[in-house]
C-alpha cells in the first residue's frame, strides 16, 4: 500500500457513546497486515489492533473494532464506550511487503476528541 | 511486558552537527525500524534493517544518515550533519514479523 487516505482531519464524541474513523488504502497485494495506532497527546505510538488481510472475521481488541472491506480497501475503526483516555491522534497504519520490503505506511491520521 | 525504549527522549543540536539516537529493541525481535515524524505531519518511514543490514530506505535516508546495531542489542541511528529541516520526533520500532513496536521516540530539535 503506497496511498492511505483517513479522510476526517479532526472528529469529536460525547463519553460513552460510539465513533467511526475511517481508513482507505491502495494495495496489489492479497496477503497482508493492517493496523491502527493510537497517539496521546505524549507522542508515543500505540498498537490499538490488527487485521489479517486473509481473514474474513473483523478483529476486535475490547471497545475496539474493525469493519474491513477487502474488496473496497476499507479499514474502518470502531470505537465503543469512547473514554476520556480515547483522546488522541488515530494512524491506519497498512503494512507493505512489496519487493521485499517491510514497513509501515501511514496515513496523516484522525484527531480524536472525546468530550466530558 | 517487553518494550523498545529510546535514549535520549529530547536532544538538541545546532545545525551541522552529529547526532546518535539510540534504541533498545524487544529483544527476541528480528526487523528494526526508524520512523520520523514531523511536528503536525504523518509518520514517515526512513528505514529498516534485518540480518545485520539495511532492507529498505526512504528517499529522506540519503547519505548524512546512517544505521547500525553495534552489539546485538542496540540499534543507532546517526545523522552526520543535522539540517534544521532534521528537527523531528524519530521512533523506533521493532518486530518479531509484521507487528511492529514502537518506542517512546526521541525528539531532534536542530537549532
Known amino acids: 500500500a503506497q496511498t492511505v487516505t483517513q479522510s476526517q482531519p479532526e472528529m469529536s464524541v460525547q463519553e460513552a457513546e460510539t465513533v467511526t474513523l475511517s481508513c482507505t488504502y491502495d494495495?496489489?497485494?492479497?496477503?497482508?497486515?493492517l493496523f491502527w495506532y493510537k497517539q496521546p497527546p505524549s507522542r508515543q505510538m500505540i498498537l490499538v489492533i490488527r487485521?489479517?488481510?486473509?481473514?474474513?472475521q473483523n478483529a476486535t481488541e475490547n471497545r475496539f473494532s474493525v469493519n474491513f472491506q477487502k474488496a473496497a480497501k476499507s479499514f474502518s475503526l470502531k470505537i465503543s464506550d469512547s473514554q476520556l483516555g480515547d483522546t488522541a491522534m488515530y494512524f491506519c497504519?497498512?503494512?507493505?511487503?512489496?519487493?521485499?520490503?517491510?514497513?509501515?505506511?501511514f496515513g496523516k491520521g484522525t484527531k480524536l476528541t472525546v468530550n466530558p | 511486558e517487553p518494550e523498545v525504549t529510546q535514549t535520549p527522549s529530547h536532544q538538541v543540536t545546532q545545525m551541522g552537527q552529529e547526532v546518535i539516537l539510540r534504541c533498545v529493541p524487544i529483544?527476541?525481535?528480528?526487523?528494526f525500524y526508524w520512523y520520523r515524524q514531523i511536528l503536525g505531519q504523518k509518520v514517515e518511514f526512513l528505514v529498516s534493517?534485518?540480518?545485520?543490514?539495511?532492507?529498505?530506505k526512504s528517499e529522506i535516508f540519503d547519505d548524512q544518515f546512517s544505521v547500525e546495531r553495534p552489539d546485538g542489542s542496540n540499534f543507532t541511528l546517526k545523522i552526520r550533519s543535522t539540517k534544521l529541516e532534521d528537527s523531528a520526533m524519530y521512533f523506533c520500532?521493532?518486530?518479531?514479523?509484521?507487528?511492529?513496536?514502537f518506542g517512546p521516540g526521541t525528539r531532534l530539535t536542530v537549532t
Open positions: 520500532a521493532s518486530s518479531a514479523r509484521y507487528e511492529q513496536y
Open positions: 494495495t496489489s497485494e492479497n496477503n497482508y497486515y
Open positions: 487485521q489479517e488481510a486473509y481473514k474474513q
Open positions: 497504519a497498512p503494512h507493505v511487503t512489496q519487493g521485499g520490503s517491510e514497513k509501515l505506511v
Open positions: 529483544s527476541n525481535h528480528l526487523y
Open positions: 534493517f534485518y540480518n545485520n543490514e539495511i532492507s529498505e
